[in-house]
C-alpha cells in the first residue's frame, strides 16, 4: 500500500477535553448567585496609627505613645478642631496675670503645647549666681524624657539630641490610663472624625477643580449629524470642563429626530458623598470632644430656637472647663513655692477684675 492510498481524516487544529463540559455549561440555564465583600475595614486603626506605647530610643530617652509631629499637622486640619483649642487658649490668655517670670506670650506658648499634646515642658533658667531668672517654654513635640529621675532631653532627630540641666525642667501632663511617663489629649477619640472632615473638604475641592460636576454622557443617535459636527460638540465639551467650566452649549439639528442627542447625567449619582452631612456630624464629634458650646465657635444653628444664651454657655464652659486648666498650671507655684501663675476672675464685661490668689 502506498502512501496515496493511505486513509486520511482531517484533525482539528486545537484539540480540548474541556470542549464538551465547556458547551454543557453555556447551554446550562443561568442562575443567580450572590456573594459578599467582608466586613468594613478602616483605611487607618487609631490603636495602630497612633498610640504605640512608651519604648526607649538608644537607652536614653522614652518616645512618647503618639506621633508628635502627626499631632501638630492635625492641629490645623479642620477649622472647629483648631478653634476648640484656640479659643481655650485665648480665654486662659485673657484671665492670665504676667509675672516677671513668665510673659504672656510664654503662657500662651505654654497653653498651646498642653492643648495640643497633652504635655508642657517649661524650663527654669538660672543666673550664675543661682538666681531664677526666667520661665522658658520648651516645645513639647521635641522634648523627651529620659530613663533616669530628673533627666529630660531636647530632640529634633534621633541623631541630633542634647540633655536639659539636670532637674531644671517642669512637666505638666494629662494623665493617661496606660502609662505614667508622657500625658495624651483628650480628643485622640475623635481623632477620626476630624480626620473624616478634613477628607471630605479635600475630596470637595479636588471635585469641583477637576470639573467632574459637569459630568454627563451625550448619546447621538441621530443620522443628519455629520463627522464636523460630531467634532464641532466634541471640542466645545472638553472646553468646558475644568476652569470656566458651567457654559451653555447651543446645538442646532435641522432634521433632526427627538431622541437623536441625549443627555445622560451620571456625576450627580456617581459622586454623591452626602458632604454636608458628614461635615455636619464630624463637626459635632469634633466640638463634643472638646466640650466647647457651638455658639462659642460661631456655628450656625439648624434650628429655629438656635442654641440658647451665648453668655450663659459661656460662664458655665468657663466653670466646666477652664477653671480646672487653670488648676493644672497652677501646679507650677507647689513646684516653685511662689505665686508666678496667677489668674483673674472670668467677666464678659471687659472690665479690670480683681486678681485672685488661688
Known amino acids: 500500500m502506498t502512501t496515496a492510498d493511505k486513509p486520511r481524516m482531517r484533525v482539528p487544529a486545537t484539540l480540548s477535553e474541556s470542549e464538551p463540559a465547556a458547551e454543557a455549561a453555556a447551554s446550562a440555564p443561568a442562575r443567580a448567585e450572590a456573594f459578599t465583600f467582608g466586613e468594613p ?50 480665654i486662659l490668655s485673657r484671665s492670665f496675670i504676667p509675672h516677671r517670670l513668665l510673659s504672656r506670650q510664654a503662657f500662651r506658648a505654654l497653653v498651646t503645647d498642653y492643648l495640643v499634646f497633652g504635655n508642657a515642658y517649661i524650663e527654669r533658667v ?63 477619640g475623635a481623632l477620626q472624625s476630624i480626620l473624616l472632615n478634613e477628607n471630605a473638604t479635600l475630596f470637595r475641592r479636588k471635585y469641583y477643580l477637576n470639573g467632574s460636576h459637569a459630568g454627563f454622557v451625550m448619546y447621538v443617535s441621530d443620522t443628519a449629524q455629520n463627522q464636523e459636527d460630531i467634532d464641532a460638540m466634541r471640542t466645545a465639551l472638553k472646553e468646558s470642563k475644568g476652569v470656566g467650566n458651567f457654559r451653555n452649549l447651543f446645538l ?43 455658639q462659642l465657635m460661631g456655628v450656625m444653628p439648624n434650628n429655629v430656637g438656635g442654641f440658647g444664651d451665648v453668655e450663659k454657655a459661656a460662664k458655665v464652659f468657663v466653670t466646666n472647663e477652664l477653671e480646672p486648666l487653670q488648676a493644672v498650671f497652677e501646679e507650677i507655684n507647689d513646684i516653685l513655692g511662689e505665686q508666678v501663675i496667677r489668674f483673674r476672675e472670668y467677666s464678659l464685661d471687659g472690665g479690670a477684675a480683681t486678681a485672685t490668689a488661688q
Request: aromatic share 10%; with cysteine.
Open 252 to 294: 442646532h439639528s435641522p432634521g433632526g429626530k427627538k431622541d437623536g442627542v441625549q443627555i445622560i447625567p451620571i456625576s450627580e449619582v456617581a459622586a454623591k458623598d452626602e458632604f454636608a452631612g458628614i461635615k455636619q456630624e464630624t463637626r459635632d464629634d469634633t466640638l463634643a470632644s472638646h466640650r466647647v458650646p457651638p
Open 126 to 188: 538660672y543666673g550664675r549666681l543661682g538666681r531664677l531668672l526666667a520661665l522658658r517654654p520648651a516645645r513639647a513635640k521635641y522634648v523627651r524624657r529620659g530613663v533616669e529621675e530628673g533627666q529630660f532631653w531636647w530632640v529634633t532627630s534621633w541623631q541630633v539630641a542634647s540633655e536639659f540641666e539636670r532637674d531644671s525642667v517642669i512637666h505638666l501632663m494629662e494623665p493617661d490610663i496606660n502609662q505614667e511617663i508622657y500625658g495624651v489629649p483628650d480628643y485622640l
Open 41 to 90: 475595614v478602616p483605611v487607618t486603626d487609631l490603636a495602630d496609627f497612633l498610640y504605640t506605647g512608651c519604648w526607649m530610643l538608644t537607652s536614653r530617652w522614652y518616645e512618647p505613645p503618639v506621633d508628635l509631629p502627626a499631632l501638630a499637622k492635625v492641629y490645623r486640619a479642620t477649622a472647629h478642631h483648631g478653634s476648640s483649642l484656640q479659643v481655650k487658649r485665648n
